[in-house]
């Protein structure tokens, strides 16, 4: 509707000439720009391109350049410009801004303990009807107060001490999904309004925020939390206006001129309708027993949420109630917090272990004091490399902040250099193999250092081994680290091959190791020597080599053998394997030590069916991505019929797409398609590319 106004040809007259027109104009302008700024930045459901929002928003500068009269305080042109400030002025808090009660214990108890104490205050008996309350998601980020005069955005302060906060106005109009001006429909906006919320920035965000530091050689932030925290107390909004905040609202202080509806939760759907971001995971639920039920529906989205929460909020929904309950000092009656275990905690690094992988690879591994963090006790976090050690620049013996968010692996956030003690000590990589003893090497302009012993090295043996016996691979049931370990430590197994020698007695005479389990092992192995051709290949742990490219050299060369005789040429024509990977193939055969594992293999048995070599056929060099559904075949059936004829079918579309094969209902994939203008074929123009060179015959013979 707005847009329908909105896109007037450059050649149109914009009526910038006579003044009443161009107040107009700038007028449509800005109500289209906060339109789009809502739909972007709160409903997350932009509805033009960045080019066409440009292009809006550069008409009302150069419209405001032309006739400054006409520049409003909450034009979107005014968010960003005013000069530093030498420091906050102070606001006072007419409603004071409070903290609110947590409840630490875990689980259901906590609920219960809220719910019984409300209803004890309000003195239920157990035959009265649960209480309904308003369920909200705790973000964790900084609290702040928005004061709207006649809708229009007048203020924004911190929380400070409750009582009185920082005027933080011109960094809180920088936040673009903070409404300037409150969208109250046909109805007039309240004469005045205060929304409190959380101001806090988005995981994606701050991630991208400090690579952007990090490229500037700029410091960088430690979490979210301290990124939003940091961006809001500059007294330069130029630098706010860079960084990437979000808000939502929570609650009102002092209102006047507005008729406050009966629940809390009406309260937020009419923020929400204002054009305040307000959370969309808020439920009204009935009594303890649904609390617990939305802590732990919270609980297990916490992780994939796109922002940090540190728990739950539970508050009474009726106003009236609230009323009632009160305060007790400075928190509610009426609200409680309900936290999650921390994901972040402070530790001591005490030692940093050397790590050797599969394929040689050194990592460090921060050996920590233990620390409950994220539901679990951490006793390591993994450091990656060198580099990233001297850039975090921990050493053994510091304070540092550990993190563990869902099932990641911990990892070191920061060190606390305030509470680093005088010996401290840094880390250097050793020049010897913790392990073997072999050379490390670390190439130029490589980030990781390896062991140069290959399978010499006990370490890289074993992971190989790991590998090989791995689901993906070999699939060997039952052959873990713990066995691996012991074969390898007494020297039965030097090799993959020489497990296919090992007796039932062998393994019956390891540890922890029953008459049962040393059968089923047998068993097992003998199993695993029926196997794929790309199982095999991806099983050798040839560095570079996934399953995916496993799977490609297997199709393409059909055979171990021409995939062995294969020089760079012919490996680097497959359009998915490029110079590294083909080096590191070509040399991998070359070594005559795997040359003999190979060879031992498939004496021990191991085999698989032949697979016919790669087809080619009139789709010889073309890829296509199949989407929705064909009108005879299906996705299976077309994705062999392109194969046959010499085709290949991949899952999403590139540059490197020759055609997407569509059907009905196509997804996303059709879309990018057109962006990308690749042609688009049915399945009848399929079966006709293939036919093709039988029609032509058939028309040379008649
Ligand atoms: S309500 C009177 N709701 O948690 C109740 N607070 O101590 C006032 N917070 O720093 C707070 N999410 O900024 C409320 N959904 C939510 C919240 C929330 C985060 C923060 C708030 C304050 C602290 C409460």
Redesign the pocket.
Known sequence: MIQGMLFSSPSEPSGASAPTAAGERAATLRSAIAAHDHRYYVLDAPTVSDAEYDALYRELQQLEAQHPELITPDSPTQRVGGRPLPEFPAVRHTVP????R?ETDTEASGARTFDARVRRELGLTESDPPIAYLA????????VSLRYEAGVLVQGAT?GDGETGEDITQNIRTVRAIPLRLNSGDAPPPAMIEI???VYMRRADFERLNDRQRAAGEKTFVNPRNSAAGSLRQLDSNITAKRPLSF?A??LGEVTGWKLPETHGEVLDALERFGLPV?KH?RRVLGAEELIAFHQKIAELRDALPFD??GV?Y?ADSLALQQRLGFVTR??RW?V?HKYPAQEQFTTVQHIDVQVGRTGRLTPVAKLAPVFVGGVTVTNATLHNEDEIRRKDVRIGDTVIVRRAGDVIPEIVAVVAERRPEDACAFEMPRQCPVCGSAVIREEGEVDAYCSGELFCPSQRKQALLHFAGRRAMDIEGLGDKIIEQLVDKAMVQSAADLYRLTQNDFAGLDRMAEKSAANLCAALEKSKTTTLDRFIFALGVRHVGEATARDLARHFGSLEALMNADHDALTGISEIGGVMAESILSFFSEPRNRNVIAALRTAGIHWPEVAAAATGPLTGLTFVLTGTLPTMSRDEADRRIVDAGGKVTGSVSKKTSYVLAGDAPGSTLAKAQALRIPVLDEAALLHMIEQPVSKNAQATS
């Open positions: 801004m409070l903290s609110i947590t909200e998601l705790k973000f964790d980020g900084l609290a929380r409190r919320g959380e939502f929570y609650g959370d808020r929460i540190d909020v508050k928190e509610p609200a917090a």
